[in-house]
Structures are given as structure tokens and as C-alpha cells.
């Protein structure tokens, strides 16, 4: 299985950033898929996961209402929509993906996921 994220990259303070994360070797509308992110000398911290069909969907508070996440399918590829960027956003981000039989389920800790992407970096300026 292998995951690889791309789309980061250095943008001001209101800006928009789209990040997306090609798998392989899986079968994708079988997994959960979520976004990570850590910032240096913190804890790797939970962004907004997606469910298998795309149906459900979780944020973190602490970007409800600017980031988006979905999936497609077809293209096994999991996009992460972060927009109004503020300095407190840069970070690794990181996808990641767990196989699970219920359609529904989001997965919120990094504990929950066993197939990580190697990450991209977002650096926002103010």
C-alpha cells in the first residue's frame, strides 16, 4: 500500500491550498481515509477523516468551516480542501487510510489508521 500526498506548499494568511493524496495497492472504496497534520514540536493531530462512500464525513474544530475534505473513488484519490489559511495551519500534513467493513465510520486518532502517506508541508505567512 502506498499513499503518496502532494499539493503543499508556502501561502499567505487568507490564502487556499488543495492537497491530495494518491493511493495504490489497495482496494480504496474500502478504506477510511483521513488528513493529519504536525507542527514542529507538537503532537501529530487530527485534521478531518472521510468514510468509505464519502457519506460522512468529521472535522477538528479548529478548521470546521474552512478545510474540506472528499474522495474519489475512481481516481483512489482523497483531496483535502483548506481555505482562509491562517499561520496556526503550517504543518506537515499527512493522509492516511484504514480498511473498515462499515460504510459509515470516520476515524479520528492517528492510532485508528495503520497506512500513512509520507506527508507534504503547508507553511502559511502573515
Known amino acids: 500500500v502506498q499513499l503518496q500526498a502532494s499539493g503543499g506548499g508556502l501561502v499567505q494568511a487568507g490564502g487556499s491550498l488543495r492537497l491530495s493524496c494518491a493511493a495504490s495497492?489497495?482496494?480504496?472504496?474500502?478504506?477510511?481515509l483521513g488528513w493529519f497534520r504536525q507542527a514542529p514540536g507538537k503532537e501529530r493531530e487530527f485534521v478531518a477523516a472521510?468514510?468509505?462512500?464519502?457519506?460522512?464525513?468529521d472535522y477538528a474544530e479548529s478548521v470546521k468551516g474552512r478545510f474540506t475534505i472528499s474522495r474519489d473513488n475512481d481516481k483512489k484519490t482523497v483531496y483535502l480542501q483548506m481555505n482562509s489559511l491562517e499561520p496556526e495551519d503550517t504543518a506537515v500534513y499527512y493522509c492516511?487510510?484504514?480498511?473498515?467493513?462499515?460504510?459509515?465510520?470516520?476515524?479520528?486518532?492517528?492510532?485508528?489508521?495503520?497506512?500513512w502517506g509520507q506527508g507534504t508541508q503547508v507553511t502559511v505567512s502573515s
Open positions: 492516511a487510510a484504514r480498511g473498515n467493513q462499515v460504510m459509515r465510520i470516520v476515524l479520528t486518532t492517528p492510532d485508528d489508521y495503520n497506512y
Open positions: 472521510i468514510s468509505r462512500g464519502g457519506s460522512s464525513t
Open positions: 495497492g489497495l482496494t480504496f472504496s474500502r478504506y477510511v
